[in-house]
């Protein structure tokens, strides 16, 4: 029998123990949050039916859709004339009929219409699963990669953008995160720049090219602008808009003299004030946070996709891309035939935020940890004797462990060394007789005889 060499597909990961305990610890400090503001946790399957998914992402992202071959002989019920054009995209209809899902929007799309009389509109879900792309793997971008959203569908009240503000907030202060902006905008309010300008149809071209401003500068933005369709006229009345400065209040005002012959962007000022109102009522005794909230004119994520406020947030400690983002969005199950819901969600970028963490030294000890306490095995004696400290140790919720067998103290050690255990019980004769096992703290040598009540006392 030959010996296959292990490997993994291209663009998917192992996570190490250690890796998983700092992966859960984000995940859970953010499900914390979610909960607290009334979200409750779904799953759906990693596998969708094609047709749900295919239509949903453009033609870019149709093409990155990981396909699933049909089980059994999928070939036998091809017709032999569509097999010889070698046409693949023709023949996969016939080949495949599921496909892993691609993200989590369409799936909870397609959840709340197939369960719309089973659930309590507004409904406010969260979700924490994987998702597959056949993209091209580079540093930073997986095939296979974890999503943490959560969305409330069926309500038009901007208290729901309020609440996506605290909660991003909440977790990211809670990840012990310091420094960090949460980005606004409007649909609307970019509509109605592209309306005073006269270019309506170009919004999206002045969206894409604004939104570069960070990266190319003013003359970039100016350059590609032209190359878009747009005029040196156009590109002065927009040189005020995209340069906003000031508190957001400030900016809120120029807009406001700006668009004041667009009814639609008016419309869009109005919602950010009414979010940022909500805000203020909410959280009356935070400073800070108010100064981690900025209205960005050239915030433009998803445009074909979102119609009202817009979120993005930055680390401002590392130099790194968002670390969160989302939007409203109507009609989000539409394409599955239940018309006019409304919807609002967020996303947390969880691999960007662990690298944030683990750049800044962030995770706590206890995310760094699994088993606490490791107990020696020297012989069957000794054995018999932890079985029962053993069994204390994880009643009072102390993860525990017992070396499985009898083995020389430095093995022992390395292992716990090795496994990251900052505490080791020692049981020898001595111990055993006087009813006194020895702790020791692998950090700092010290040893101390106890009993095991005082043990578990100071483990807790």
């Not at 759906?44 to 002989?73: A, W």
């Not at 800044?360 to 940890?369: E, H, I, K, R």
């Not at 020898?428 to 700092?444: C, I, R, W």
């Amino acid at each position: 029998m030959s010996v296959t060499k292990p490997s993994l597909p291209k663009g998917t990961r192992d996570f190490s123990p250690i890796e998983m305990v700092k992966r859960n610890y984000i995940y859970d400090t953010i499900k914390t949050v979610f909960r607290k503001y009334g979200y409750a946790e779904i799953q759906t399957p990693s596998m969708e039916n094609l047709q749900t998914l295919t239509g949903k992402y453009g033609d870019e992202g149709d093409k990155l859709i990981f396909k699933i071959l049909n089980s059994g002989d999928y070939l036998a019920k091809v017709d032999e004339t569509l097999l010889a054009t070698r046409n693949s995209n023709l023949a996969t209809s016939k080949l495949s009929e599921k496909a892993l899902r691609y993200d989590l929007t369409v799936p909870f799309a397609r959840y709340v219409v197939m369960h719309q009389n089973d659930i309590a509109f507004p409904f406010k879900r969260f979700q924490v699963q994987p998702v597959w792309r056949a993209d091209r793997p580079q540093k930073g971008r997986y095939r296979e990669f974890y999503q943490c959203d959560a969305d409330v569908v069926g309500s038009t009240s901007l208290l729901n953008e309020a609440e996506f503000i605290l909660i991003y907030h909440e977790a990211l202060s809670k990840l012990g995160l310091k420094d960090f902006t949460i980005k606004i905008n409007n649909r609307k309010i970019l509509s109605g720049i592209a309306q005073i300008i006269g270019k309506p149809e170009l919004i999206v071209d002045m969206t894409v090219a604004i939104d570069k401003l960070d990266k190319i500068g003013l003359d970039g933005v100016a350059k590609e602008l032209l190359e878009r369709g747009f005029t040196e006229a156009d590109i002065e009345k927009l040189k005020p808009v995209i340069l906003l400065e000031g508190s957001n209040a400030a900016k809120l005002a120029s807009l406001k003299t700006v668009l004041s012959a667009s009814e639609t962007g008016l419309k869009g000022i109005q919602e950010i004030e009414t979010v940022f109102n909500y805000v203020n009522n909410l959280v009356t005794n935070n400073p800070k946070l108010n100064t981690q909230i900025e209205l960005d004119i050239t915030l433009a994520r998803g445009l074909n996709y979102y119609t009202g406020c817009i979120f993005e947030v930055k680390t401002n400690e590392v130099a790194m891309g968002s670390i969160g983002g989302g939007g409203r969005y109507d009609d989000l199950t539409g394409m599955f035939g239940l018309k006019d819901l409304t919807g609002v969600g967020i996303s947390f970028g969880a691999d960007r935020i662990y690298d944030v963490l683990e750049e800044l030294n962030l995770f706590p000890t206890s995310a760094q940890q699994g088993t606490k306490v490791l107990i020696s095995n020297f012989d069957e004696k000794a054995e018999l004797y932890a079985l029962p400290i053993l069994q204390q140790l994880r009643e009072a919720g102390i993860p525990s462990e017992l070396y499985p067998s009898s083995a020389k103290l430095k093995k022992q050690m390395s292992y716990a060394d090795a496994k990251n255990i900052p505490y080791v019980i020692l049981i020898g004769e001595e111990e055993m007789q006087n009813n006194l096992p020895t702790l020791k703290d692998m950090a700092s040598g010290e040893q101390q005889k106890l009993s095991a009540a005082e043990i578990i006392e100071q483990l807790k």
